[in-house]
């Protein structure tokens, strides 16, 4: 079905990464050829080697009680995110999302059996002027991947503010502040947050927020791409 999928979605039938001839959005040498990453379990962000958390994690941990990324916010993945973001192509945010449910499936067992699945939403002007919201696609993607529950109803964003790529880190902190409201929750309910990228964490930060203010026991977070630290200078 998958490879049904993507003949729609590519008439010229080229891996979106390699160009290379491909059933697929991605042929299966790209589907494969992550970078190998320890990462910190509790934010997904790329470190050394193995470890509880990160540095910022041990010193406050985030809302999410753990995170998932599939690869890194870099070249050449980096192109994947233009391409939902801003190719006006939701189908293939579909296919990415089933890509980071197999993901899930294999590197975090203990997620399941069932979550509900939530994507992190657009304010409603900015889903006007792109028509679809990429997490949502990547939501649904995953939700049928692993037969989740999935609903873009029990979170909500009440205010617009500037998009968070648009600022710089200092900044994002206060402009996703108090922007997100959840419908109430089953007391306890296990949710899985979804996001295209995270880079400062601010933004799932306040959706996790929001979701455990409205009943929920335990919120994790599925990013595709995950912005790597700085590279240090030497
Ligand atoms: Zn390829
Ligand atoms: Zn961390």
Redesign the pocket.
């Known amino acids: 079905m998958l490879a049904n999928l993507a003949a729609a979605l590519l008439p010229d039938g080229r891996c979106r990464l390699c160009c290379l001839p491909s059933r697929a959005p991605l042929c299966s040498a790209c589907q494969c050829e992550r970078p190998a990453r320890w990462r910190?379990?509790?934010?997904?962000?790329a470190l050394g080697g193995p470890a509880a958390?990160?540095?910022?994690?041990?010193l406050r941990l985030?809302a999410f009680a753990g995170?998932l990324a599939w690869s890194d916010y870099a070249p050449p993945w980096e192109r994947l995110v233009a391409g939902i973001k801003f190719g006006d192509d939701p189908a293939l945010a579909r296919w990415l999302g089933r890509l980071l449910g197999q993901c899930l499936r294999s590197e975090r067992p203990g997620w399941g059996p069932s979550r509900w699945v939530v994507p992190v939403p657009l304010s409603p002007s900015r889903l006007r002027q792109r028509g679809y919201n990429q997490a949502w696609e990547l939501a649904r993607g995953l939700a049928h991947e692993l037969r989740w529950p999935c609903d873009c109803r029990l979170l909500l964003r009440r205010r617009d503010g500037p998009a968070q790529s648009t600022l710089p880190l200092a900044h994002r902190a206060a402009n996703v502040r108090g922007a997100f409201i959840a419908a109430p929750l089953a007391r306890g309910a296990r949710m899985l947050l979804v996001d295209d990228v995270m880079t400062s964490?601010n933004t799932a930060e306040q959706a996790a927020r929001a979701l455990l203010r409205a009943g929920a026991g335990d919120v994790r977070l599925a990013v595709l791409l995950r912005t790597p630290p700085p590279v240090p200078r030497d």
């Open positions: 910190c379990p509790r934010c997904a962000l958390a990160c540095g910022a994690c041990a985030p995170a964490g």
